[in-house]
């Protein structure tokens, strides 16, 4: 063995084996072309997560629905088909409960529909949807005012998230380019600014034209707080694996990084952040536009798994004082125990059906306290 | 700034970036300077507690040796502390940072008169006083004058330590008994932050003026030089606990850094964060769901929770004393080795000669040779080496179940004296089976010592204890699965473990060609990158 040591030689042997590595990922991994293939392998998948978010939905956009990535419809709140589930049938003259929320709250919806024949389900749900998207749904509910109740889901995780405005910014792993608009709190009035798009017809306009896209990404710049050209720009860094995963690492930690001034593991909510000011006002408004209508509000509170009680600790004061409505998951699946919950954190079906009938209990219990249990005319 | 972090990264390219260019002395200044300002990234006003603990040591190993201070260096010793004390505890460095500096803060906002203030006035009277005793000191009998020397450092810095360390532990300990007496005390815990590294520096700055007190060392009439030692910083959070006799003559003679000196610091770091990011990082998860449940875990979950804080807890240390060495080496620096693959041990005696072997030595030069060593009768070789391995416990943290760790430890090793004077002349097994066994056995032994160390509280302790008895087969797993990285990189660290361990520590360009040892390397960085996805847990013993 030839002992002297050659460290630039052995600088240079292990960049010639990480790109051999690199490559070798690129050929054993390589990610699905055609969007309409929804299921790449695991490690399809890990190796694309790190992948730039134009470059992403790049890979998803075609100019049709029929050749892209059925995830591409999802979440537009302009769109009808928002409408993921509806238990009621034409004709049926049952009190109407809607639910607005991520896929926690459809799933409640359903188990909702199931024990409950006498009770009109629909639900409005998007995947990862933040508070801001669930109230920006329930404004664009057309029928909301047919609601005898309605429900805002809001989840721990999601509250960092309100200064968001779109799933291609809320979740960098799997991105979904549709929008919602920003919220923001100016002198105690909820205000909102709406993105240049809404629609999947509006995306595929702004995507397809670079000077209108770049319209879009100045405005992302301007109002989305996750907007980070890092992750969101395509460049030819996007052609590496070992860099797609650096990418993929820098999210994780930017990410972590601005939940930080939100959100703490041991402390909870900051109650000074603007994101939990604009959660406790969308809260407030919502409830006050539901009695408008005539309408039972409720707020479904998602505690997720080992991050405690924090977010029903830090909603319950505007809650009571208020009197709205709620149920905080927390007081039938603690949070700190796991087994509560299924590995893509929502919880066990059991779990879920207990969730279902708590609400259902709400419901009744204030429904008929209120008003009637007569579904409101039509 | 953790070695861990970008920011460590862009610190350290900029500090070697400008160490390289400078000539010797200046890099000496440049590297304390640098070393401050790594300590002070955490918390400014900790800082100057390193300084009261070096110049507190540089002080009296001069009065030990010399029994004298020239003038110079007194104006020197008392000015730098009473300005550190004005400029790192009376002004407020958060005040004038960028965005504090957007609210536009007063002048009065600038310092903080009523804790840093006084404390300031403190340190002031005190340097006054000192000095105006320093004649007196002088001509103090020689016997006396180096027994008050030393005693007044060690109880200078024990006391630091102790306030800060183990102050609450003592109150809590005390409202206990209170309560036991039927007493019922308000509750005196204090608000009390932990200074990192504290436990490392203090015991550097100790072993100082003992080894000078004892003749093995010259005291360094260079303060710059003295304080470097303490602060260096790829050792001032965790350690390796240098030596003075060590690490002083690097400061002084002028560095070289060789193609040796690159080789292994890449070598070392790359290791070391591997271990740290894909390995411990990796599996902190898991180990917290099994250690933090909050539901009833499972015999399996116990069991496969202690192997992998086993495993967290070597890499994670192991690991940053590696970037430690590593990054040392890389300035020409020479750090003595901390972990020598302990978990290849086949007796208690072997591990602790592996395992945090800066702080075992210290502990054996330091603590068991003072009581009598090995050298008296077995009853008091017992005593010694379970209070010993007392005070190793309470070092490692204030609380009961290090205490015990430490114990348990210490009854290990009487037990294995005890089996060796049975033993007699008669010789080892060198059967390879036996020998594997025999480490085996030992690894499983460690590894119910680190429920203890690992476990939130005594009952914790005992409760998994008796789960592995009461629910022995139990396979129900509920933990949290360790990440990608972790899984692929298992196979890894066993190789290079195994490799280390056979070779004696050497180098791995020393036992394999070099296509062969860059693709494990190319392998761990690949792996690196995996894991920088997981998230990132501090160092175990920064909070040592």
Same mark, same amino acid.
């Given at each position: 063995m030839n002992n002297k040591p050659r460290p630039y030689l052995a600088l240079l042997w292990i960049g010639a084996y990480l790109v051999l590595i690199d490559i070798g990922i690129n050929i054993s991994f390589p990610y699905p072309k055609d969007p309409r293939n929804i299921s790449p392998s695991g490690l399809q998948q890990f190796f694309e997560y790190g992948r730039s978010v134009e470059g992403k939905l790049d890979g998803m956009t075609r100019k049709t629905n029929e050749e892209s990535a059925p995830i591409l419809a999802t979440g537009w709140i302009s769109d009808p088909r928002i409408k993921t589930f509806s238990n009621a049938q034409t004709g049926e003259n049952k009190p109407v409960v809607t639910v607005y929320g991520m896929s926690h709250s459809v799933q409640l919806a359903e188990d909702m529909a199931k024990i409950d024949n006498s009770l009109s389900v629909r639900s409005f749900g998007a995947p990862g949807a933040v508070p801001t998207w669930s109230y920006a749904a329930y404004l664009s509910d057309k029928e909301r005012q047919y609601s005898e109740v309605v429900v805002l889901a809001v989840m721990t995780r999601g509250v960092p998230l309100i200064c968001t405005t779109s799933g291609t910014t809320n979740h960098f792993d799997s991105v979904w380019p549709y929008t919602y608009p920003r919220f923001m709190v100016d002198n105690g009035t909820l205000d909102s600014v709406s993105p240049p798009f809404i629609s999947l017809d509006g995306y595929r306009e702004y995507f397809y034209n670079s000077t209108k896209w770049k319209t879009y990404v100045k405005w992302l710049r301007e109002y989305d707080k996750y907007y980070d050209p890092i992750l969101f720009q395509r460049t030819f860094l996007d052609n590496s694996s070992l860099l797609r995963m650096l990418r993929r690492a820098y999210a994780y930690s930017s990410e972590r990084k601005k939940e930080a001034g939100v959100y703490d593991a041991q402390k909870g909510f900051n109650a000074l952040s603007d994101e939990v000011r604009i959660l406790r006002s969308i809260i407030v408004n919502f409830a006050a536009e539901a009695r408008r209508n005539h309408s039972l509000p409720i707020i479904y509170i998602v505690n997720n798994v080992s991050m405690g009680d924090h977010l029903y600790r830090i909603l319950e004061p505007a809650l009571s004082a208020q009197k709205i409505l709620f149920l905080s998951s927390h007081e039938i699946c603690p949070p700190n125990d796991p087994h509560n919950y299924l590995p893509d954190s929502h919880f066990v079906p059991s779990k879920n059906l207990e969730l279902a009938k708590a609400m259902i209990k709400i419901i009744r219990e204030n429904m008929s306290a209120r008003t009637s249990i007569d579904s409101k005319k039509r | 700034m953790p070695f861990n972090s970008i920011s460590f990264l862009i610190f350290f390219i900029v500090v070697y970036a400008i160490y390289r260019?400078?000539?010797?002395?200046?890099?000496?200044?440049?590297?304390?300077?640098?070393?401050?300002?790594?300590?002070?990234?955490?918390?400014?006003?900790?800082?100057?507690?390193?300084?009261?603990?070096?110049?507190?040591?540089?002080?009296?190993?001069?009065?030990?040796?010399?029994?004298?201070?020239?003038?110079?260096?007194?104006?020197?010793?008392?000015?730098?502390?009473?300005?550190?004390?004005?400029?790192?505890?009376?002004?407020?460095?958060?005040?004038?940072?960028?965005?504090?500096?957007?609210?536009?803060?007063?002048?009065?906002?600038?310092?903080?008169?009523?804790? @840093?203030?006084?404390?300031?006035?403190?340190?002031?009277?005190?340097?006054?006083?000192?000095?105006?005793?320093?004649?007196?000191?002088?001509?103090?009998?020689?016997?006396?004058?180096?027994?008050?020397?030393?005693?007044? =450092?060690?109880?200078?810095?024990?006391?630091?330590?102790?306030?800060?360390?183990?102050?609450?532990?003592?109150?809590?300990?005390?409202?206990?008994?209170?309560?036991?007496? @039927?007493?019922?005390?308000?509750?005196?815990?204090?608000?009390?932050?932990?200074?990192?590294?504290?436990?490392?520096?203090?015991?550097?700055?100790?072993?100082?003026?003992?080894?000078?007190?004892?003749?093995?060392?010259?005291?360094?009439?260079?303060?710059?030089?003295?304080?470097?030692?303490?602060?260096?910083?790829?050792?001032?959070?965790?350690?390796?606990?240098?030596?003075?006799?060590?690490?002083?003559?690097?400061?002084?003679?002028?560095?070289?850094?060789?193609?040796?000196?690159?080789?292994?610091?890449?070598?070392?770091?790359?290791?070391?964060?591997?271990?740290?990011?894909?390995?411990?990082?990796?599996?902190?998860?898991?180990?917290?769901?099994?250690?933090?449940?909050?539901?009833?875990?499972?015999?399996?979950?116990?069991?496969?929770?202690?192997?992998?804080?086993?495993?967290?807890?070597?890499?994670?240390?192991?690991?940053?004393?590696?970037?430690?060495?590593?990054?040392? =080496?890389?300035?020409?620096?020479?750090?003595?080795?901390?972990?020598?693959?302990?978990?290849?041990?086949?007796?208690?005696?072997?591990?602790?000669?592996?395992?945090?072997?800066?702080?075992?030595?210290?502990?054996?030069?330091?603590?068991?040779?003072?009581? @009598?060593?090995?050298?008296?009768?077995?009853?008091?070789?017992?005593?010694?080496?379970?209070?010993?391995?007392?005070?190793?416990?309470?070092?490692?943290?204030?609380?009961?179940?290090?205490?015990?760790?430490?114990?348990?430890?210490?009854?290990?090793?009487?037990?294995?004296?005890?089996?060796?004077?049975?033993?007699?002349?008669?010789?080892?097994?060198?059967?390879?089976?036996?020998?594997?066994?025999?480490?085996?056995?030992?690894?499983?032994?460690?590894?119910?010592?680190?429920?203890?160390?690992?476990?939130?509280?005594?009952?914790?302790?005992?409760?998994?204890?008796?789960?592995?008895?009461?629910?022995?087969?139990?396979?129900?797993?509920?933990?949290?699965?360790?990440?990608?990285?972790?899984?692929?990189?298992?196979?890894?660290?066993?190789?290079?473990?195994?490799?280390?361990?056979?070779?004696?520590?050497?180098?791995?360009?020393?036992?394999?060609?070099?296509?062969?040892?860059?693709?494990?390397?190319?392998?761990?960085?690949?792996?690196?990158?995996?894991?920088?996805?997981?998230?990132?847990?501090?160092?175990?013993?920064?909070?040592?």
């Open positions: - | 260019i400078l000539p010797h002395k200046a890099q000496n200044i440049f590297l304390l300077i640098a070393s401050y300002v790594f300590y002070g990234w955490w918390d400014i006003r900790f800082l100057f507690l390193i300084i009261v603990s070096t110049s507190l040591d540089f002080a009296c190993g001069l009065m030990i040796n010399e029994g004298s201070i020239p003038k110079k260096q007194r104006y020197a010793i008392s000015s730098w502390i009473v300005l550190s004390a004005f400029f790192l505890l009376v002004v407020q460095w958060s005040k004038l940072s960028a965005t504090a500096i957007n609210l536009r803060p007063s002048w009065a906002q600038l310092f903080s008169w009523r804790t @840093g203030g006084l404390i300031f006035f403190a340190v002031v009277l005190v340097t006054l006083v000192l000095n105006l005793l320093y004649r007196r000191f002088a001509h103090f009998e020689i016997p006396s004058r180096r027994k008050f020397f030393l005693i007044l =450092s060690i109880a200078g810095n024990l006391t630091i330590l102790g306030f800060f360390k183990y102050f609450n532990f003592f109150l809590e300990n005390l409202e206990a008994i209170m309560r036991g007496l @039927g007493l019922n005390p308000s509750n005196l815990h204090l608000n009390i932050l932990l200074p990192v590294g504290i436990s490392f520096y203090t015991f550097m700055t100790m072993s100082y003026t003992i080894d000078v007190y004892r003749g093995k060392l010259t005291p360094t009439k260079k303060l710059h030089e003295y304080a470097l030692f303490v602060a260096f910083f790829p050792k001032l959070l965790a350690g390796p606990i240098e030596r003075a006799a060590n690490f002083l003559p690097q400061i002084s003679a002028k560095r070289t850094v060789t193609a040796d000196h690159l080789m292994r610091g890449l070598q070392q770091i790359t290791y070391g964060l591997f271990k740290k990011i894909v390995i411990a990082d990796g599996v902190a998860k898991s180990v917290s769901s099994v250690f933090g449940a909050a539901y009833q875990i499972s015999w399996a979950d116990a069991v496969v929770g202690t192997l992998l804080f086993t495993l967290q807890i070597y890499c994670d240390f192991s690991g940053y004393s590696d970037i430690a060495t590593g990054t040392a =080496s890389l300035m020409g620096f020479d750090l003595m080795r901390n972990f020598n693959f302990p978990y290849f041990a086949r007796n208690p005696s072997e591990f602790w000669g592996r395992w945090h072997i800066s702080l075992s030595s210290w502990f054996r030069d330091y603590v068991f040779f003072p009581l @009598g060593g090995p050298y008296r009768s077995t009853f008091r070789w017992i005593r010694n080496i379970l209070l010993t391995f007392f005070v190793t416990g309470l070092w490692h943290g204030a609380a009961w179940n290090y205490v015990l760790w430490g114990l348990y430890h210490g009854v290990l090793l009487c037990l294995h004296r005890i089996k060796e004077s049975l033993r007699g002349t008669r010789k080892r097994s060198k059967h390879p089976l036996i020998k594997s066994a025999t480490i085996l056995g030992f690894f499983i032994l460690t590894s119910l010592g680190w429920i203890l160390f690992r476990s939130r509280s005594l009952d914790q302790a005992m409760g998994i204890f008796r789960l592995l008895i009461k629910d022995f087969g139990n396979l129900r797993f509920n933990a949290e699965m360790p990440t990608r990285a972790a899984l692929l990189g298992f196979p890894v660290f066993l190789i290079m473990e195994f490799l280390g361990n056979r070779s004696r520590g050497k180098r791995v360009d020393e036992i394999m060609p070099m296509p062969a040892w860059t693709a494990a390397f190319s392998a761990m960085i690949f792996l690196i990158i995996l894991g920088l996805a997981n998230v990132p847990t501090g160092f175990i013993y920064f909070v040592f």
